[in-house]
């Protein structure tokens, strides 16, 4: 479903896929589909943060967005199935050269001018201790 749009988008000027790949099979899969087609992956950018961070953000969300299954558990579980799932993909981009790694605990600004950086000036984003 997304090789028309992929292929289309990557001849005019590139493209953002948001969320995918989520595994390491979806990912490898991905890079050989993209050889076949001519289309290169140029980064990967992975947004970071401490669980606490995230689940104060998601348990925040809760109330306004109407999320009654955003709770401490729900969120405990889906950051655990990210790590196993999901985290596999940090060192997979990393090794191959595209990782741009964000530290998203600080404000949304800057967490958009780190990318941008990274994206439009080749420039490697600073990773913070926290």
Known sequence: MLIPAVVEAAAHGGYIL????R???QATAAAELG???GVTLHAAVYLYAPDTVLTRRLLARAGPEGRADDTADVIRHRL??????TGPLVAYYQKRGIL???????PPESVTAEIESALFHGEKPRVRSG
């Open 18 to 21: 948001d969320g995918f790949p």
């Open 23 to 25: 595994t390491l099979p």
């Open 35 to 37: 050889a076949q087609l």
């Open 80 to 85: 655990q199935v990210f790590a196993e799932t």
């Open 100 to 106: 741009v790694a964000v530290d998203a605990d600080q």
